[in-house]
């Protein structure tokens, strides 16, 4: 089959516009921030961004890897639409640069770095794991293997455009994705931990790696399902795309909003029924001071408005209730995230948890609109070098003719 370029289209050109323009606003927020809220609050928003769409690129391959360690049919001919939207993974080493650096400055957001972590008898204990070279050199090692995923997962799949009748390039991603999922998981996991979890240094949970994934995982699979909608509707890959994709879409994001709630609700529960201190004041924290209301949002954006809109089995055909299911999902990683970073920080700025009202404004959005135009502007520049659908993989005829 020839290349599908969507290069040239009016829809990827207002991509990329979009994207630089979301950069250029991104920065102007970023630099206010700064300016009028001091660099803990800046570093806080810039993380917020940062771990919002890095978490969202690497899934992506993790997306791709995962159909082809089941050798899932169903999504040959949109599995393209993941593996483009990971251009920002191989940047990931750069954009955490401010991060080492506010670590390793006086104004830290990172409690466990400041020169009064060595008379605290908890941080004391895990110095091992929490002192800034090992912390550097756990990053840089989570960019580089997600940056051989990229090479190796996506590389094969985009060098199958070309191979012809030699699927050589996918069998080799059938026989090594295994390994690479294994790779994801460990570093999404410990990459939660170090750069989210360790915002609050005397609390932890071990269940905090796959919290993270779940959040990562329906946010991803909302930006696939838009685009295809956006792709759809503009009569571009209509003969790739069949209401049968969306369906499963629709399937895959009902099932991970139930997923990320039970998880959500299994580390709530434990920690409450324990009511042990050291484990319920991040709760503590998070449920009071106005912060509960966030917590509230988040019950009714990533749990109850996602079950009602995608429980039945029509509406999952139906692309206006994807379109609204899957914005509802992307504002509920968001508010996740605020929940997540912000309170902790706060503590940082102000010596004691700041209420909700202080901690949460415009600046809030700066570092999102900063990351959201990095991933469209690099999405945008994938479209227009490789085909936006995998049009030699062995398993496209049954992509297309899939029913469920």
């Known amino acids: 089959m020839a290349h599908v370029d969507l290069g040239s289209t009016p829809l990827i050109a207002s991509m990329q516009k979009i994207g630089l323009a979301l950069i250029g606003v991104g920065?102007?927020?970023?630099?206010?921030?700064?300016?009028?809220?001091?660099?803990?609050r800046f570093f806080a928003d810039y993380l917020l961004g940062f771990w919002y769409f890095a978490g969202i690129s690497v899934t992506m391959v993790f997306f791709s890897a995962l159909q082809y360690l089941a050798r899932a049919g169903w999504s040959a001919s949109i599995r393209r639409i993941a593996e483009n939207f990971t251009g920002f993974v191989p940047y990931i080493g750069i954009a955490l640069i401010p991060i080492v650096i506010n670590m390793l400055g006086h104004h830290s957001i990172y409690e466990w770095s400041h020169e009064s972590a060595a008379s605290d008898?908890?941080?004391?204990?895990?110095?091992?794991?929490?002192?800034?070279?090992?912390?550097?050199?756990?990053?840089?090692?989570?960019?580089?293997?997600?940056?051989?995923?990229?090479?190796?997962?996506?590389?094969?799949?985009?060098?199958?455009?070309?191979?012809?009748?030699?699927?050589?390039?996918?069998?080799?991603?059938?026989?090594?994705?295994?390994?690479?999922?294994?790779?994801?998981?460990?570093?999404?996991?410990?990459a939660s931990f170090d750069l989210l979890m360790s915002l609050e240094p005397h609390w932890f949970s071990t269940i905090w790696g796959v919290y993270a994934f779940a959040g990562h995982f329906a946010a991803s699979l909302a930006i696939i399902t838009l685009t295809l909608i956006a792709l759809y509707k503009r009569g571009l890959m209509k003969q790739y795309i069949t209401l049968e994709h969306f369906h499963?879409?629709?399937?895959?994001?009902?099932?991970?909003?139930?997923?990320?709630?039970?998880?959500?609700?299994?580390?709530?529960?434990?920690?409450?029924?324990?009511?042990?201190?050291?484990?319920?004041?991040?709760?503590?924290v998070r449920t009071s001071n106005g912060w509960e209301l966030f917590g509230l949002l988040?019950?009714?954006?990533?749990?109850?408005?996602?079950?009602?809109?995608?429980?039945?089995?029509?509406?999952?055909?139906?692309?206006?209730?994807l379109t609204v299911a899957a914005i509802v999902i992307l504002i509920s990683h968001f508010i996740d995230l605020v929940w997540i970073i912000m309170p902790a920080v706060s503590k940082v700025v102000g010596g004691t948890h700041m209420s909700a009202n202080m901690m949460f404004g415009w600046s809030e959005f700066t570092g999102v609109v900063f990351f959201a135009g990095v991933f469209l502007f690099l999405a945008a520049k994938n479209y227009q070098k490789r085909s936006a659908v995998a049009v030699n993989d062995p398993l496209l005829n049954e992509s297309l003719e899939y029913s469920s």
């Open 121 to 190: 008898p908890i941080l004391i204990k895990k110095a091992a794991y929490l002192n800034p070279t090992f912390f550097i050199v756990r990053l840089g090692l989570y960019a580089l293997l997600w940056i051989g995923m990229v090479k190796y997962i996506v590389g094969n799949s985009v060098k199958q455009d070309t191979a012809g009748s030699d699927i050589t390039p996918t069998k080799r991603n059938w026989k090594r994705s295994a390994p690479w999922v294994l790779v994801f998981a460990i570093t999404i996991t410990f």
């Open 248 to 284: 499963d879409l629709g399937k895959l994001m009902f099932a991970f909003s139930v997923f990320w709630t039970y998880i959500a609700f299994s580390q709530y529960f434990i920690i409450w029924y324990a009511n042990l201190p050291e484990e319920t004041i991040y709760f503590d």
């Open 27 to 40: 920065a102007i927020g970023l630099g206010a921030a700064y300016a009028l809220h001091g660099q803990e």
């Open 298 to 321: 988040l019950v009714l954006f990533h749990f109850v408005l996602p079950f009602i809109l995608l429980l039945r089995q029509d509406v999952k055909r139906k692309m206006a209730v």
